[in-house]
């Protein structure tokens, strides 16, 4: 059975996948880890999806204000047993319908060169990308996306 849960960062489920998530992209970024750490920290996070297939917690992905209008994604993760099985999307589709229900008109995100199967889906689901924003700029292996949720 699935269920899709709302909450916030606080959740130790929550907590839980973004640990695995850490351990990956400091695999990943390897060097660069520390940079993109600091931007990625979730104590004030307060809107949170998180997937679960018989009572465990196998994907998340959260939303926060960026600016006026617009929500970042951050924090997606599923873990590797469930990737390719349509929960990621199934995320990123329940944070685009929680941006809309507070009133935002879109989304954006960073994700990194090292994790192509993410760009993959997120272009796959009608994000482009965009110049690198915010403390992205001029960072060689950001790639930033955005796209506009329906109302």
Not at 52 to 75: D, F, H, L, P, V
Not at 104 to 112: A, D, H, P, Q, S
Not at 119 to 142: C, H, M, R, W
Request: aromatic share 12%; net charge negative; proline share 2%.
């Amino acid at each position: 059975m699935i269920e899709i849960i709302k909450t916030d960062s606080s959740n130790a489920d929550f907590q839980s996948l973004v640990a695995f998530l850490d351990a990956d992209l400091a695999f990943r970024d390897g060097e660069d880890h520390a940079f993109y750490a600091q931007f990625n920290k979730t104590d004030k996070i307060k809107y949170v999806i998180l997937v679960y297939q018989n009572k465990t917690a196998i994907a998340c992905g959260a939303i926060r204000e960026w600016g006026s209008g617009t929500m970042e994604i951050k924090r997606m993760f599923v873990q590797p047993e469930f990737r390719r099985k349509g929960f990621a999307q199934m995320v990123v589709n329940s944070l685009e319908s929680w941006t809309k229900e507070l009133g935002f008109e879109k989304c954006i995100l960073e994700t990194g060169k090292n994790q192509p199967e993410a760009i993959q889906l997120y272009q796959k689901i009608g994000f482009e990308i965009t110049p690198n924003y915010g403390q992205y700029v001029d960072v060689a292996n950001s790639v930033c996306m955005q796209k506009n949720v329906e109302s």
